[in-house]
Each structure stands twice: as structure tokens, then as C-alpha cells.
């Protein structure tokens, strides 16, 4: 079974720094695209950034400048650098994932558990 665990969130102060990560694990035979999203309470979850397998990206503009998105292919892993965190930044952020099981008849969405990243004025 393929799974996405999330780690890196946690509090910090406006003009901080946070590096999350996203592994994926389990039978995988290919990834395809990878990327953050972010969901605040009452509102669509939304687009942080993405990052194909060969490493072509795409970022929400709210974040274009301060975050950075790349992976390490032989890891399964995507990672997101915050740098400049403004408070408007506080959410819960997930991982998702185009993942091709070892057997499997197609690509398949993965989604992780989440992980909150707070920033204080």
C-alpha cells in the first residue's frame, strides 16, 4: 500500500523559515507529479506548488519568490523551502502525489495527512 507522510511543519515568526517534507513508501513503480497544497478552516484547498519528475515546477504567485519546491527522485521524496513566511501563510499543508503502483493497472492520487504550519506576526 502507498502512503505520503508529511513532516517539517510547526510555528514560527513572520520572516521565518520552514522546510517541509513528503515521502512516499509502499510498492511504488513510478512517480509522476508531486506538489503541495494548502487548506485554511472555510476555504478550497489550493495550490502551493508542483514539481513533475523531470523536475519542472509550478508555483501559486502568493509564493513565487519565498518558497521553493524540488524532490529527490531516488528518495520518493518532495520537499518545500519557506523562506519570508507571512502570516497569511498559516495553513495546513498536504502533499500530493501521481503514484504508479508495482502492479498496478494506472496512476493513482495519494494524498497525505497533513501538517500545520503557523506563523505569528
Known amino acids: 500500500q502507498v502512503q505520503l507522510v508529511e513532516s517539517g511543519g510547526g510555528s514560527v515568526q513572520a520572516g521565518g523559515s520552514l522546510r517541509l517534507s513528503c515521502a512516499a513508501s509502499?510498492?511504488?513503480?513510478?512517480?509522476?507529479?508531486m506538489g503541495w497544497y494548502r487548506q485554511t478552516p472555510g476555504k478550497l484547498r489550493e495550490l502551493v506548488a508542483t514539481?513533475?519528475?523531470?523536475?519542472?515546477?509550478n508555483s501559486a504567485d502568493s509564493v513565487k519568490g519565498r518558497f521553493t519546491i524540488s524532490r529527490d527522485n531516488a528518495k520518493n521524496t518532495v520537499y518545500l523551502q519557506m523562506n519570508s513566511l507571512k502570516p497569511e501563510d498559516t495553513a495546513v499543508y498536504f502533499c500530493?502525489?501521481?503514484?504508479?503502483?508495482?502492479?498496478?493497472?494506472?496512476?493513482?492520487?495519494?494524498w497525505g495527512q497533513g501538517t500545520l504550519v503557523t506563523v505569528s506576526p
Open positions: 500530493r502525489a501521481i503514484i504508479l503502483a508495482t502492479f498496478s493497472a494506472g496512476y493513482v492520487e495519494h
Open positions: 509502499g510498492s511504488i513503480a513510478s512517480i509522476n507529479v
Open positions: 514539481i513533475t519528475g523531470a523536475g519542472a515546477t
